[in-house]
């Protein structure tokens, strides 16, 4: 099983609901640190089974075949993302 790393996202991949996919964080430097924001996690670093879902990223980071979806090398997630208070 496999759940959203996004604070406050309850997605988890035992819920085959809303055909939501899981996404392994990138590997590039400056785009996992824009991942790791977005997640809303300080001091944090993904592990190997970490992931976002499908429902943090717009459509146009999405290409889409006859049986699979991808997500562009490119993609930030940057919807539902969590609120920071300055507390």
Same mark, same amino acid.
């Given at each position: 099983?496999?759940?959203?790393?996004?604070? *406050?996202?309850?997605?988890?991949?035992?819920? /085959?609901? $809303?055909? &939501?996919?899981?996404?392994? @964080?990138?590997?590039?430097?400056?785009?996992?640190?824009?991942?790791?924001?977005?997640? *809303?996690?300080?001091?944090?670093?993904?592990? /190997?089974? $970490?992931? &976002?879902?499908?429902?943090? @990223?717009?459509?146009?980071?999405?290409?889409?075949?006859?049986?699979?979806?991808?997500?562009?090398?490119?993609?930030?997630?940057?919807?539902?993302?969590?609120?920071?208070?300055?507390?």
């Amino acid at each position: 099983m496999v759940s959203c790393s996004i604070l *406050g996202c309850n997605s988890i991949s035992q819920r /085959k609901i $809303d055909n &939501i996919t899981f996404y392994r @964080f990138p590997k590039e430097a400056n785009i996992i640190n824009m991942w790791i924001l977005a997640a *809303g996690r300080t001091e944090w670093q993904p592990e /190997k089974n $970490d992931r &976002i879902c499908s429902k943090h @990223f717009e459509s146009r980071y999405f290409r889409k075949t006859h049986k699979r979806t991808y997500l562009l090398p490119n993609a930030i997630p940057t919807l539902f993302i969590p609120v920071r208070s300055n507390k």
